[in-house]
């Protein structure tokens, strides 16, 4: 996955792995508001995008929106509390400072998450879908242990292709019916 973020938002710590992957829209760019289609998620959207998402809930609160997701990686699952920290029409930034990982579904493992994602124009009537998803781990040990026991990024990548394959259907469905 050589595709890149431009430019990133998110902050890159020490002990961080970053997964990217684009996916075509045959839309123009400016006709997406990615800032939108986001914030008008429903939980069967969301549901819908992955068998591996369970739940979905967002809300405002001071002007901030926060979602909270959970879904299952490989045999964990994670509890992800999002909050908004950088949104425009084309391009979101999401962080989950304190995302629970329930690593084969009972040990619990607190990490951070971050989730960008970027609509960027390719020609006049086509665009792309960048989408990042990280894990900031709290210590070069449990980055080891992880890189092992998560096959080197296997379901992440996985699991971000598949999302991101649904993520840049739905856009472009819901943009083509607003034209």
């Given amino acids: 996955m050589n595709t ?36 008008e998620m429903t939980e069967t959207d969301y ?7 369970i739940a979905m809930n967002s809300y405002e609160k001071d002007g901030v929106l926060l979602t ?36 084969m579904k009972f040990v619990p493992v607190s990490v951070g998450v971050p989730w960008e994602m970027q609509i ?4 006049e009537s086509t665009c792309e879908f960048i989408c990042m998803f990280g894990i900031d781990f709290p210590n070069a040990l449990l980055q080891k242990v992880y890189a092992v026991y998560g096959l080197g990024g296997l379901f992440l990548r996985k699991h971000l292709t598949k999302e991101g394959i649904a993520f840049a259907r739905d856009i472009e469905q819901k943009f083509s019916a607003k034209a």
């Fill in 4 to 39: 890149t973020l431009i430019p990133s938002r998110a902050a890159v710590g020490k002990y961080s792995d970053r997964y990217v992957a684009s996916f075509p829209i045959a839309l123009p760019a400016d006709q997406i508001d990615l800032r939108q289609w986001f914030a």
């Fill in 47 to 53: 549901t819908s995008y992955s068998p591996a998402h």
């Fill in 68 to 103: 909270t997701n959970v879904e299952n990686i490989g045999t964990d699952q994670i509890v992800q509390h999002y909050t908004m920290e950088y949104n425009a029409k084309d391009h979101l930034l999401l962080h989950s400072t304190q995302s629970d990982v329930y690593i």
């Fill in 120 to 123: 960027r124009p390719t020609s």
